[in-house]
């Protein structure tokens, strides 16, 4: 029952807008991500971009959801990390830092996760790691193949480690 999208942080409350009002969804919270490292701002003409959102939504009628309550401590909406040299040629591709504490807070061991928009496959490394199973899609057969790539270079890992 969870729903969980980044955006555009220009267009989140037109999107958290149409989806409460177009769809069987509930608007839950916005998550940040705050690297810590961010890019410099050569042109100096207006503030260096160091955050990313994703907004949450669970179904409205009838729906559990889960979320996985750490502590109060761990449990803060703003996440932090470095950023820092790319895995892959994917123009938006996300950190483990970023993907991993909403995998571990809205799923549970062998729960499935679905990507629908794959990209560099880092939904699916982590989802790997944590023991998760996982549906991806992508449109972009280049990027497929990157995908497969990481995650058998993760499942070799994987293996090594037991």
């Known amino acids: 029952g969870n729903f969980i999208s980044f955006f555009d942080r220009a267009y989140t409350g037109l999107f958290i807008y149409k989806i409460e009002s177009e769809t069987n969804f509930k608007f839950r919270n916005k998550l940040y991500f705050e690297k810590n490292n961010p890019l410099p701002h050569f042109r100096k003409n207006n503030y260096r971009s160091c955050i990313e959102e994703a907004i949450w939504f669970t179904k409205t009628h009838g729906g559990d959801y889960y979320i996985n309550f750490i502590s109060q401590e761990k449990m803060k909406q703003i996440f932090k990390g470095n950023i820092g040299k790319k895995l892959t040629k994917h123009p938006t591709e996300k950190y483990d830092w970023m993907i ?44 497929c193949d990157m995908v497969k790539k990481r995650i058998l270079g993760q499942v070799r890992y994987k293996r090594a480690l037991l």
């Open 100 to 143: 991993k504490p909403i995998i571990e807070r809205h799923s549970k061991k062998d729960d499935l996760v679905l990507d629908p928009f794959l990209g560099s496959g880092t939904t699916a490394v982590v989802c790997e790691q944590l023991n998760r199973r996982w549906i991806g899609i992508e449109i972009n057969m280049e990027y």
